[in-house]
Nanobody, 127 residues
Framework: QVQLVESGGGLVQTGGSLRLCCAA?????????VGWVRQAPGKAREFVIG????????GYADSVKGRFAISRENAKNTVYLQMNTLKPEDTAVYYC????????????????????WGQGTQVTVSS
């Protein structure tokens, strides 16, 4: 299995930026598709953005299109989430998640598709 550790969360003002990192250890990282899922207080987990095993394909929730970007460096076992133009409604705990990718180009876009999860990192956007 793969272990995931998120970092980079914090408090930012509306319109600001943050970059989250997800460091993986364990199995061969480039065998796994990765995504970011968030959960706000009192709400269900919500898919935010995902990337395929090789990084060739990405997928986004409509709420973050044009503002968030995902990338990965398989040589460093790391996935990044660049968040720009942040809004108060982006406030949540952000989780890095992974699943074995049987197909190189597939992006997994629902939380239930992911088998491995990090502990989460808090992102708070003040108005």
């Amino acid at each position: 299995q793969v272990q995931l550790v998120e970092s980079g969360g914090g408090l930012v003002q509306t319109g600001g930026s943050l970059r989250l990192c997800c460091a993986a250890s364990g199995r061969t990282f480039n065998n796994y598709a990765v995504g970011w899922v968030r959960q706000a207080p009192g709400k269900a987990r919500e898919f935010v953005i995902g990337i395929s095993r090789t990084g060739s394909n990405t997928g986004y929730a409509d709420s973050v299109k044009g503002r968030f970007a995902i990338s990965r460096e398989n040589a460093k076992n790391t996935v990044y989430l660049q968040m720009n133009t942040l809004k108060p409604e982006d406030t949540a705990v952000y989780y890095c998640a992974a699943t074995f990718g049987f197909t190189l180009s597939v992006v997994h876009t629902t939380p239930g598709e992911y088998d491995y999860w990090g502990q989460g990192t808090q992102v708070t956007v003040s108005s």
